[in-house]
């Protein structure tokens, strides 16, 4: 099962400074979502191979095809510093 990013206020391109929602116009936190949720597009472009958990891995699903600018429906997060 691939872990993927979560559809939350927090990585919805709706969200303002303050944790503010100006679609809906109240405040949010990542425990929340709804159905107007849209990922915010600088999120979306940071999933790619180099940010893979499994890049060069063992674990990774294509690793003949795996490069700086794929993207698969296994892509992992790396862990936080
Ligand atoms: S309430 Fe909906 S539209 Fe507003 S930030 Fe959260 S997911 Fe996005
Ligand atoms: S091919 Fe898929 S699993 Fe392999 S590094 Fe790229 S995103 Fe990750």
Redesign the pocket.
């Known amino acids: 099962m691939a872990i993927k990013l979560a559809h939350n206020c927090i990585n919805c391109e709706q969200l303002q400074d303050g944790n503010f929602c100006k679609k809906h116009k109240v405040t949010v936190g990542e425990q929340y979502t709804c159905d107007s949720f849209n990922m915010k597009a600088a999120i979306l472009d940071e999933r790619?191979?180099l940010t893979?958990a499994?890049?060069e891995e063992t674990s990774?699903?294509?690793?003949e095809?795996?490069a700086p600018a794929?993207?698969?429906a296994?892509?992992?997060p790396q862990a936080q510093a």
């Not at 990774?60 to 690793?63: F, Q």
């Open positions: 790619n191979c893979c499994r890049y990774c699903a294509n690793p095809k795996a794929m993207l698969c296994s892509w992992a």
